[in-house]
């Protein structure tokens, strides 16, 4: 069984999903775009200070559009085991795991984060764009796995509180459900980030206590009598908290951690923030640094592939060597034009040791392609993730990256660039 398709068809295209915030948003003053089907804000008043407020004190991100998956029964650690590419059984309640939708390839459908919620019972988060595909994936799975598993219909938006995320429910099948349009996903991010929580009225209950809750694990609490689930996991290189609840509790959260944030210098915060952000910390986004053609250790994500596993989806092709398929690196530049998405990487002539170089009688050859770039707001200087040919992936090497027909000289370094102080 497959999701769902959108309403629609080929002549015309479905409406835009809206956030269960999206009138906060509009009384805001957001800029809105379309992302992965959805109108999500793009910013609210200056990418600049969204993205330092993260870094200085922190953003609030609403991010709903992503997608929710609850796997439950006894066997759903081992049918996880099989359907992603982490170890997922083994690991402990209360934790949070990094793991890969692979397709029989080793090409990668999606990342995704993995949480144990019980014995029992797992949460997955996947990206909005992928929510269809990761759930194909599920389905088909379910219907081949070593276990008995079944993929059930999805649930529809309503007003039930979010308890489901925790309750047993003791099945010798693993069962997958999609839960997306129950549930509400909103970020804060930033240095205040667990002060800011600690003074927001209304969250309580949690258990263990935020001071205690360590990176990619989670807390079960209340807000206004609501469940609240909130894990320390996000997608910007600093500290911070995800906290899923429903849709009905949604505004009034939001609401109450503007309240206690402003005076402690928090900030809505949107896409374009989240994604200079996200690259400062080296962290990939599915379209630009992963895709269906990009296995993982050219993604630089062996380590999210369990190797050791008897048996998952994608496993031969995630683990086939290809000595000559390009690798992700970083890139950083001076003065102030970035590469962007597209933009070739080319070999310069010999001028150190550091690097092969190469070119011909046409000039220089390209040996990658720039993924993800941008002027970085913290750093002072351009920076980008790029695919590069083996060859001239040690760090070090000095390539360049043609930017509109001017080439700009690049140094190859390990992403991130950007390590938060601790």
Same mark, same amino acid.
């Given at each position: 069984m497959s999701h769902p398709a959108p309403p629609g068809n080929a002549s015309t295209?479905?409406?835009? #999903?809206?956030?269960?915030?999206?009138?906060?948003?509009?009384?805001?003053?957001? &800029?809105? *775009?379309?992302?992965?089907?959805?109108?999500?804000?793009? +910013?609210?008043?200056?990418?600049? /200070? !969204?993205? @330092?407020?993260?870094? =200085?004190?922190?953003?609030?991100?609403?991010?709903?559009?992503? /997608? =929710?998956?609850?796997?439950?029964?006894?066997?759903?650690?081992?049918?996880?085991?099989?359907?992603?590419?982490?170890?997922?059984?083994?690991? #402990?309640?209360?934790?949070?795991?990094?793991?890969? $939708?692979?397709?029989?390839?080793?090409?990668?459908?999606?990342?995704?984060? $993995?949480? @144990?919620?019980? !014995?029992? @019972?797992?949460? $997955?988060?996947?990206?909005?764009?992928? #929510?269809? &595909?990761? %759930?194909?994936?599920?389905?088909?799975?379910?219907?081949?796995?070593?276990? /008995?598993?079944?993929?059930?219909?999805? #649930?529809?938006r309503g007003e039930g509180a979010a308890s489901f995320l925790f309750v047993p429910g003791p099945s010798d099948t693993a069962q997958i459900e999609d839960v997306t349009d129950q549930l509400a996903l909103m970020a804060v991010q930033g240095p205040a980030a667990q002060e800011i929580l600690e /003074?927001?009225?209304?969250?309580?209950?949690?258990?263990? *206590?935020?001071?205690?809750?360590?990176?990619?694990a989670w807390a079960a609490g209340s807000f206004r009598g609501e469940p609240l689930f909130l894990a320390r996991t996000g997608y910007t290189g600093e500290d911070g908290f995800e906290l899923l609840v429903s849709h009905r509790a949604a505004g009034a959260l939001w609401d109450a951690l503007l309240t206690a944030g402003a005076p402690r210098g928090l900030v809505p915060a949107g896409l374009a923030a989240r994604d200079t952000l996200r690259l400062e910390a080296g962290m990939p986004l599915y379209g630009h640094e992963l895709s269906r053609t990009t296995a993982p250790a050219q993604a630089g994500l062996g380590w999210a592939v369990a190797a050791g596993k008897a048996e998952f989806v994608g496993k031969d092709g995630a683990l086939a060597a290809d000595a000559? &398929?390009?690798?992700?690196?970083?890139?950083?530049?001076?003065? +102030?034009?970035?590469?962007?998405?597209?933009?070739?990487?080319?070999?310069?002539?010999?001028?150190?040791?550091?690097?092969?170089?190469?070119?011909? %009688? %046409?000039?220089?050859?390209?040996?990658?392609?720039?993924?993800?770039?941008?002027?970085?707001? *913290?750093?002072?200087?351009?920076? %980008?993730?790029?695919?590069?040919?083996?060859?001239?992936?040690?760090?070090? *090497?000095?390539?360049?990256?043609?930017? @509109?027909?001017?080439?700009?000289p690049a140094s190859v370094t390990t992403p991130p660039f950007y390590r938060r102080k601790r």
């Open positions: 295209p479905p409406e835009p #999903r809206r956030s269960p915030l999206h009138d906060r948003h509009v009384a805001l003053g957001a &800029a809105f *775009t379309d992302f992965g089907g959805w109108q999500m804000p793009v +910013r609210y008043a200056s990418d600049l /200070a !969204e993205h @330092r407020a993260v870094r =200085e004190a922190a953003g609030l991100f609403d991010i709903s559009h992503m /997608a =929710e998956f609850l796997v439950t029964g006894q066997p759903s650690g081992m049918f996880l085991d099989y359907a992603l590419s982490g170890d997922h059984s083994g690991m #402990r309640v209360g934790k949070a795991k990094y793991s890969l $939708v692979l397709a029989e390839d080793g090409g990668i459908i999606d990342d995704v984060i $993995v949480y @144990r919620t019980a !014995e029992d @019972r797992y949460l $997955v988060i996947a990206n909005a764009g992928n #929510r269809d &595909a990761v %759930a194909e994936a599920f389905a088909q799975r379910a219907a081949r796995a070593p276990v /008995a598993a079944s993929f059930l219909a999805p #649930r529809e /003074a927001t009225p209304g969250i309580d209950d949690l258990s263990p *206590t935020l001071a205690a809750v360590g990176y990619y000559d &398929a390009r690798v992700l690196v970083g890139l950083v530049s001076e003065g +102030r034009r970035a590469g962007r998405a597209g933009y070739p990487v080319v070999a310069v002539p010999e001028t150190d040791a550091a690097g092969p170089g190469a070119t011909d %009688a %046409a000039g220089p050859v390209v040996v990658g392609e720039v993924t993800s770039g941008a002027l970085s707001p *913290t750093l002072g200087h351009p920076i %980008a993730l790029a695919y590069v040919d083996p060859a001239y992936a040690a760090p070090g *090497t000095v390539l360049a990256i043609d930017v @509109r027909g001017t080439l700009i």
